[in-house]
Structures are given as C-alpha cells and as structure tokens.
RNA sequence: GGAGGCGUCGCCUAGUCCGGUUUAUGGCGCCCGCCUGCUAAGCGGGUUGAGGAUAAAACCUCUCGCGAGUUCAAAUCUCGCCGCCUCCGCCA
C-alpha cells in the first residue's frame, strides 16, 4: 500500500507511476473519491458520538421527569450513531480495497515498458565456449539421468508434470548450495530462518501475492491457508503488527523453506526439465529496514547475489526489471539471470526486491523515528539460491565432454570433497 | 480431537461477580525537570496505538485478544472466533 498521503497530495505522480507500468490511473479518482467520502463519514460518526456520550454522562445524575427525558432523546441519537458507523466502516472498506490496488510507485530509474524493456546493466563473465571445446553439451535433463541426480519420470509419476525427485549427487548438490548460502548468510551476519510455507490469507495478501499474482497461488482446500510462491511471504508477515526498535534495524534473515507456484499461464513454456516446477526449495534474504536506507539495502543484497554467483563459477548478467514487470509490490528489482548453455541464452537465477513502505503498510510493521514517531519501515528480498534453478546452470556450465561434472570449488567442502560428479550408467 | 483456565496502554497489575463522574488503578522500566561535589535516593511531570480536525496546536473519535449482540450507556452482560496455558487422547 502507497502513503495515502501521496495520493492525496500529489495524485499526478500516483499516475505518472501507474503509466509506467502501463496501467490504467483510473483506480486514483476511484481511491480519491473514496477518502473524500470516508473522511466526511468519519466526521458525521463522531459528531453523533460526541453527542452520544454527552448526554450518556448526564444520564446517571439525572432523576424523574429529566432523565426520562434524556432516556428518550438518546435513544433515537442511538440509532443515528449505529447508522453513521455503519456508513463509516463502508466507506472505509471501499477506500482500503481502492488504495489496495494500487501498486507500489516506482523508482525513477526504473525503465519504462513491459517484459522486454528490462534493461542488462551488467554482464559477468563469458559463456562457456563447447564449440571452440570440441563437444556438444548436454542439457541439464540429460545430465541429470546420467548422473543419477534427477528422476524426472518418477517425479511425474508421483506427483504429476513439473514435479522432480532429487535423487544421489541431485539431493547432495541441493543440501551443498543451501549450506553454502546459510554459511554465507551467516558470515554477513544474517540470522537463518526456517520458515512455515503455509501462510494465512493476511500473509499473502500483505505481500501482494493476492492481487494480479492470485492465479499462481495454490490455496488448501477447506482451509484458510496457502502455500507460499516464496519464503518472502512468511518473512514479511513474520514482524507484522510489530514496533521494531530502531537500533534493530536493519533486521537481516536468511530463509530456508520450499516454494509452490501454480505456473498457471505458462504452458508450453520449459516443459521439460527442472527449470519451471511447481515446487522447488530456496533460500531467501529478507531485510527489514529504514526506509532512507533501502535503497542502500538492495544495493547490497544485489551483492551478495552476486557473490553466490561468483562461488558457483557462472556467467550470468545483471538486469534492471521494466516498470511493466516488477509486480505489485516492488519499486524495484534487479534479477541475475546465468547462462544455459543449451539454451543458448540468460535465465533468471535470482532476484532481488526494493519493496519499500509497500508491504509494511499492509502488514502494519514500523519503527521509531527520531522524534519517536511511528513509521513505516522498508521490506527488501533477494534470492541466495533457487536450487533448482541453480542445479540446471551447475550441471550444464560446468559439464564434461564424458557426461561428468565438475563441482564448483566452493561447493566441494559440502558435497564430501568430490571436485567431479561421475556418470552413474554408461554414456552413449 | 476432548475438558478446564486465562487474554487490560513495553513488563507486572487493579477493575469484570453487582454496566454509568473510569478522561482505565498502582508499581517497574523509560523520558523530561527540580534538588544535590558526582552518582544514588527523594520530589514533580510525562509515557498504548490509530484516525479525524488544524498553518501548527488546543480539541474530537476509536482502541481493555478479534468480531457481533443486548443497552440510553459495555473492560464489565450474552454469543461466536482467535491465541496462550494445564490435563486427557493421538502422534513424527
């Protein structure tokens, strides 16, 4: 949710905002209109109250003919008052689910457009040439049956398409990266998390994950509960209703939980595979700070994504997402996205949000500032591995011409030393 | 899942049976001031949060876990829900 005072004072640049992303503004004279209205229901409530409690206090000294007096007059005043609350409590429901839609306002260097607007600002490293090699690399799929890694068939056996077992050198490779991240989570001072992955509606819905985003949300059937998409959900709903101390801040969680998206609008894309699943782990970092310090934040959980990336020897680049696709809740976000050889292209790897007051004004979450006043404070997230994803990029950067794999110098300690991965049924 | 108990402004707490000068009591902590070589003690004041109004205030409304109801009037009575604790049952 937006200041509502910036929509109140200078609804223009709630609208300039809105058409970068593409949007219509006609939700700003919708919300308008609708606080013009509550304020004037809440100023006709406790006008009749003040009224109410008024006379209420004359009533107890009152006798006889006086009080039978008062009796009556209250008693249609009564009336008014309910009726005058009622309206109030309407118009506030319509100005909440007004102000509600909107989406959070962008950064001003935010690129105009949609999906294909979004802007490389940076690339590392040099996509491994197999050319110049000699070989032809396999993809991941391939990789991970012979490597006895990745059972794609039992997967969809079990459980149904976009589903995996992880399964020898696979399961090792996930506990390897999530160690990996918590050991660097650690080391920068973060405090690790497992978090629940069902969440009540306040959770999700406080982190904009109800709004366009609902279609991917998988709810539990005869429960008021969801499966979280990712473990930001949790981790932003984990202070709500909190006064943070300001000396607390900024608050830095690591996250470990699964993730369940529905991928619903997407079909036909990365059928085969790990790299669009309906479930998959992750470990997220959440932060939780001031909001003259965000921008500073997201800085620097950019660069702690990126040195994930660097520890696990990946070409990837740095892209600044377009107005159009940031999602209801960002201001900004910057994905890494890694080389896939057999794609032949980037693909996103990692994320990572400049959420501001957005969330935290749904989830009622604030600080002190220094005049003591309450205030909103900045949620930010980014992603240290998407371990699926991560898998797809390791095993088919870091292949051999035999089917064997090299593993990442930084992910040796955590896979028992092993520096290759080695084919577990016979290469053609 | 069953039975019982409990939820009051950071923490503790009075008030709830028997509805109304309760603008919710007192203590601890914290903040400001006075006093004092310094500190402590002592003394005085302040200290939930949200919203409305305002140039800013004064001011007004809401807030006793949440919601609904009864009533002229609800922390207090009634109902529903949520959370916590104890016991029982079940179970990784």
New binding site residues.
């Given amino acids: 949710m937006i200041d509502?005072r910036l929509l109140r004072e200078t609804p223009d640049r709630v609208r300039a905002s809105l058409a970068k992303r593409g949007l219509s503004d006609e939700v700003v004279d919708r919300a308008l209109a609708a606080d013009t209205e509550r304020?004037d229901a809440?100023?006709t409530?406790?006008a009749k109250?003040?009224e109410?409690?008024q006379?209420?206090k004359l009533?107890?000294?009152a006798t006889g003919e006086e009080k039978a007096e008062l009796?009556a007059r209250?008693?249609t005043?009564?009336a008014d008052?309910k009726a005058a609350e009622a309206a109030q409590?309407a118009a506030e429901e319509t100005w909440q689910s007004a102000i509600r839609e909107l989406p959070n306002m962008t950064h001003p260097d935010v690129p105009d457009g949609g999906e294909d607007d979004s802007v490389v600002i940076e690339t590392v490293g040099t996509p491994r040439d197999f050319a110049a090699e000699g070989f032809e690399p396999r993809d991941h799929i391939e990789l991970g049956r012979i490597l006895g890694a990745i059972d794609l068939e039992r997967g969809a056996k079990v459980s149904g398409s976009r589903f995996y077992f992880l399964t020898g050198v696979g399961a090792e490779l996930e506990f390897a990266l999530i160690n990996l991240a918590m050991e660097q989570a650690r080391e920068a001072g973060f405090t690790q998390v497992i978090a629940p992955a069902l969440v009540k509606p306040r959770a999700m819905e406080g982190t904009g994950f109800l709004g366009q985003a609902a279609d991917d949300v998988y709810r539990i059937e005869g429960e008021d509960l969801y499966l979280v998409g990712t473990s930001e959900v949790a981790m932003a709903a984990y202070h709500s209703d909190e006064?943070l101390d300001a000396a607390s801040l900024p608050r830095r969680y690591a996250a470990f939980s699964p993730c369940f998206r529905k991928e619903a609008g997407s079909h036909g894309k990365d059928t085969k595979g790990i790299i669009r699943v309906h479930w998959f782990d992750k470990v997220e970092m959440f932060v939780y700070t001031t909001l003259d310090q965000a921008e500073a934040e997201h800085a620097r959980l950019l660069a702690w994504e990126r040195e994930f990336m660097d520890k696990l020897e990946l070409a990837y680049q740095v892209v600044d997402i377009a107005a159009g696709d940031l999602g209801l809740s960002a201001s900004r976000k910057f994905d890494l996205e890694a080389w896939i050889p057999t794609q032949g292209k980037y693909r996103e790897l990692t994320s990572t949000s400049n959420c501001t007051d957005f969330q935290s004004r749904r989830l009622d979450i604030?600080t002190r500032d220094d005049e003591g006043a309450?205030t909103p404070v900045a949620t930010l997230n980014g992603t240290l591995t998407a371990v699926t994803r991560a898998i797809v990029a390791i095993l088919e950067t870091h292949q051999l011409p035999d089917g064997s794999v090299r593993v990442p110098r930084a992910l040796q300690k955590w896979m028992g030393g092993r520096e290759v991965l080695e084919p577990v049924i016979p290469v053609a």
């Fill in positions: 509502p304020r809440i100023a409530f406790e109250r003040g109410q409690k006379l209420g009533i107890p000294k009796l209250t008693k005043l009564a008052v409590n006064i604030r309450t």
